[in-house]
T-cell receptor, first 114, second 117 residues
């Protein structure tokens, strides 16, 4: 158990809908990262937050957004869902945003868009 | 642009045999390199990482990896594979220069390891 908690574990929704994925980082971790794992694209970095502020952005679609709350949990919002958004979404956390701290991954939320 | 290539999509080895999983990277500066393992239905677990210094790094579960700058490679090895090693293995490089976060990673496509009894 990495200490990173993601909810829900599974989510099935229809095209055009909006969903919210939640991530609780390890106790004491200030940095949160979101990743998408799909069959065709593999594992892709989406976005990073550090202590409530966006720190880095990767291949995140405009239909997707994220935020990190004062209690440090994070949410990834996916809207206008398409079939191609079906994927496993991972959250990871680390103590800081610097390179000397390891990131720990949660078990992911499997999103199925039908 | 940074990239990671894992040439082997799927590898099958017999239990007790040795294992080498290949990883090549493209990165201008000294890379931060990682190997992760993903078991079915599980998250990613860090096996080992290389930042600098000794080019042979030891990790958990008996794995090791060797950084070869001349070949832009960071291959993962294990002398004797156990059935529980069956999983998918991902090589990754950290985005950004020295001090860049370990959580901002570019991953390879992964190599699925099957173990024959």
């Amino acid at each position: 158990d990495s200490g990173v908690t993601q909810t829900p574990k599974h989510l099935i929704t229809a095209t055009g809908q909006r969903v919210t994925l939640r991530c609780s980082p390890r106790s004491g971790d200030l940095s949160v990262y979101w990743y998408q794992q799909s069959l065709d694209q593999g594992l892709q970095f989406l976005i990073q937050y550090y202590n409530g502020e966006e720190r880095a952005k990767g291949n995140i679609l405009e239909r997707f957004s994220a935020q990190q709350f004062p209690d440090l949990h994070s949410e990834l919002n996916l809207s206008s869902l398409e079939l191609g958004d079906s994927a496993l979404y991972f959250c990871a956390s680390s103590v800081s945003h610097r390179g000397n701290t390891e990131a720990f991954f949660g078990q992911g939320t499997r999103l199925t868009v039908v | 642009a940074q990239s990671v290539t894992q040439p082997d999509i799927h590898i099958t080895v017999s239990e007790g045999a040795s294992l080498e999983l290949r990883c090549n990277y493209s990165y201008g500066a000294t890379p931060y390199l990682f190997w992760y393992v993903q078991s079915p239905g599980q998250g990613l677990q860090l096996l080992l990482k290389y930042f600098s210094g000794d080019t042979l790094v030891q990790g958990i579960k008996g794995f090791e990896a060797e950084f070869k700058r001349s070949q832009s490679s960071f291959n993962l090895r294990k002398p004797s594979v156990h059935w529980s090693d069956a999983a998918e293995y991902f090589c990754a490089v950290a985005l950004g220069s020295y001090g860049g976060s370990q959580g901002n990673l570019i991953f390879g496509k992964g190599t699925k390891l099957s173990v024959k009894p």
